[in-house]
């Protein structure tokens, strides 16, 4: 039975790729990408509101008196109809107007110009009570509460004097109306020469009283209504501040940032479809799946050799799975030159190479290990770069020079005569890398007449044209697959090799999380310590 790629919607028989919840897969595909993004995001928002002075506000309340109570003469004059929103929303305007921000400024001595009042105070009202709210925000807690309060008693005094002015100028247009009708009264004639003076007369007074009448009663309402404030509550100075903390920045700018990240993971797992399982290369390959890879944390020879270092390991047990599906898939073909690649760099593939390797040589049957990855990954870890190898082989059969396996190999491992290994070797065969060379299909010719099997560690396909050329050199092709390889980049590699008529034998699904970037080419680290002489 194949194992599960780590992670939960791997193994899952029951998460379908097409239609299981995609927001939810995106999210845990690209979990870590969602996490570092939100992460510095709520850092960023922690930085700029710690960078930020505080900032006050200070509140101020003006209760306005119903418009339909101004007068004291109901019974005479009735109750005036007011739109109570309207009225409201047009005294919250004059709090809010230039004449009173300009008045304002001149209550604080001039030293805030009215733009800068007005960007810094925001006027609401409401109508349940009858209420205009002032809000000023300062960074000063002193200085918020002294321009809502003077914002506030500007407008108590704008409000009184355009009341003063209604006023005036309705008792002088009445007393207009008054001197016009005792003008027309003394213009009458005598009652006793015309009977219908005397009704004209009474016409005349009557209306005289009426307007005497309204001018007290317009005077009277002015006195005791004034500008129709009941109250003005004075703002008092703020102790706490209202921005937002540094704490509550960071999380609403690191819940910005997770939705961000979340929606950016959802785009590109609807559209960029990578591999999560094996299943999914499975889809894309037309070849058997060989096994999944254990964990390869390996920066030592004796580590990634587990098969022979570790031999009851469950790493072991598992690349000794992978052998044995091998040797299954190639019986019939009777393959002798396995190249195991990739297609992109990946330090499974020589982890993967090695170990192949060394467990068909437990069987007492000769095997040879070539390393021709640009890397040296393997020779690295064997601390073979100043041997012989592949290189100086490649010299020797392009001059003509009769070679054998030792004229480039090393005996890397103590007990284990069956295995030897070629590494890149000293010589410059070729700029562009080892398995470019022309004569490297001679020289695994005559590597397979020393050995029963022959296994390439071969570069990454999609980063070495070399690659390629050494795929058409070989009997068949392991190819290691990585969790997050796109399925368009597995099946253009399958193509790739179809047209090299390269086979691939089966392929073995790699889940590991993959890594976007790189500190160096090479890995692993070169070991230090002595170096191991060749047998």
């Given at each position: 039975m194949v194992k599960p790629a780590d992670g939960f919607p791997g193994g899952d028989p029951s998460w379908d790729r097409e239609r299981g919840p995609s927001l939810a897969r995106a999210l845990w595909r690209y979990r870590w990408v969602v996490l570092t993004l939100s992460v510095l995001c709520g850092l960023v928002g922690y930085l700029y509101a710690a960078s930020k002075p505080p900032v006050y506000e200070a509140v101020t309340s003006i209760t306005l008196r119903s418009p339909?109570?101004?007068?004291?003469?109901?019974q005479e004059r009735g109750v005036p109809v007011t739109d109570i929103d309207l009225y409201l929303n047009s005294e919250a305007d004059l709090v809010g107007s230039?004449?009173?921000?300009?008045?304002?400024?001149?209550?604080?001595?001039?030293?805030?110009?009215?733009?800068?009042?007005?960007?810094?105070?925001?006027?609401?009202?409401?109508?349940?009570?009858?209420?205009?709210?002032?809000?000023?925000?300062?960074?000063?807690?002193?200085?918020?509460?002294?321009?809502?309060?003077?914002?506030?008693?500007?407008y108590e005094d704008v409000a009184k004097s355009r009341v003063?002015?209604?006023?005036?100028?309705?008792?002088?247009?009445?007393?207009?109306?008054?001197?016009?009708l005792r003008g027309r009264l003394r213009a009458l004639p005598d009652a006793s020469t015309d009977p219908s003076v005397e009704s004209e007369r009474a016409n005349l007074n009557s209306q005289l009283v009426l307007a005497q009448a309204k001018a007290g009663q317009i005077r009277a309402d002015a006195a005791v209504f004034g500008p129709g404030i009941d109250r003005i509550e004075s703002?008092?100075?703020?102790?706490?501040?209202?921005?937002?903390?540094?704490?509550?920045?960071?999380?609403?700018?690191?819940?910005?940032?997770?939705?961000?990240?979340?929606?950016?993971?959802?785009?590109?797992?609807?559209?960029?479809?990578?591999?999560?399982?094996?299943?999914?290369?499975?889809?894309?390959?037309?070849?058997?799946?060989?096994?999944?890879?254990?964990?390869?944390?390996?920066?030592?020879?004796?580590?990634?050799?587990?098969?022979?270092?570790?031999?009851?390991?469950?790493?072991?047990r598992d690349y000794e799975f992978i052998a044995s599906t091998l040797a299954l898939a190639t019986r019939e073909s009777e393959a002798r030159v396995l190249l195991v690649t990739s297609p992109a760099a990946s330090r499974a593939k020589s982890i993967t190479a090695l170990n192949l390797a060394l467990s068909t040589a437990q069987d007492q049957r000769p095997?040879?290990?070539?390393?021709?990855?640009?890397?040296?990954?393997?020779?690295?870890?064997?601390?073979?770069?100043?041997?012989?190898?592949?290189?100086?082989?490649?010299?020797?059969?392009?001059?003509?020079?009769?070679?054998?396996?030792?004229?480039?190999?090393?005996?890397?491992?103590?007990?284990?005569?069956?295995?030897?290994?070629?590494?890149?070797?000293t010589r410059e065969s070729n700029s562009r890398g080892v398995a470019e060379a022309l004569q490297m299909a001679k020289v695994l010719a005559q590597l397979q007449q020393e050995a029963d099997l022959v296994f390439v560690d071969g570069p990454p396909l999609w980063e070495s044209p070399g690659g390629m050329k050494l795929a058409a050199a070989v009997d068949g092709v392991v190819l290691v697959v990585r969790r997050g390889t796109t399925l368009d980049e597995l099946r253009q590699t399958q193509t790739l090799l179809a047209r090299a008529q390269a086979p691939i034998v089966g392929f073995v699904f790699?889940?590991?999380?993959?890594?976007?970037?790189?500190?160096?080419?090479?890995?692993?680290?070169?070991?230090?310590?002595?170096?191991?002489?060749s047998s």
């Open positions: 339909s109570d101004t007068t004291l003469f109901r230039p004449e009173v921000l300009a008045r304002a400024s001149a209550l604080l001595g001039g030293g805030i110009p009215p733009n800068k009042i007005r960007q810094q105070v925001t006027v609401e009202s409401s109508t349940k009570i009858l209420e205009v709210t002032v809000r000023a925000r300062f960074e000063d807690p002193a200085q918020a509460a002294r321009v809502a309060n003077a914002v506030t008693k500007a003063k002015a209604t006023v005036e100028a309705s008792i002088a247009q009445l007393k207009g109306l008054e001197a016009d703002a008092p100075r703020p102790e706490t501040p209202v921005s937002a903390s540094p704490r509550r920045m960071a999380v609403i700018f690191g819940l910005l940032g997770f939705i961000a990240a979340l929606v950016g993971a959802f785009w590109r797992s609807e559209n960029v479809r990578v591999v999560d399982s094996a299943d999914d290369a499975a889809g894309s390959l037309d070849a058997p799946l060989l096994g999944v890879l254990p964990r390869h944390r390996a920066h030592s020879a004796a580590a990634a050799a587990r098969v022979v270092t570790a031999r009851d390991s469950p790493e072991a095997v040879i290990l070539v390393d021709t990855d640009e890397s040296g990954a393997l020779t690295s870890l064997f601390r073979a770069e100043r041997y012989r190898g592949a290189s100086d082989l490649v010299a020797l059969s392009a001059g003509g020079l009769g070679f054998s396996v030792s004229d480039g190999s090393v005996l890397p491992l103590d007990g284990l005569s069956s295995f030897r290994f070629v590494p890149t070797g790699d889940g590991s999380r993959p890594v976007r970037w790189r500190l160096g080419k090479r890995w692993p680290s070169k070991p230090h310590g002595r170096r191991r002489r």
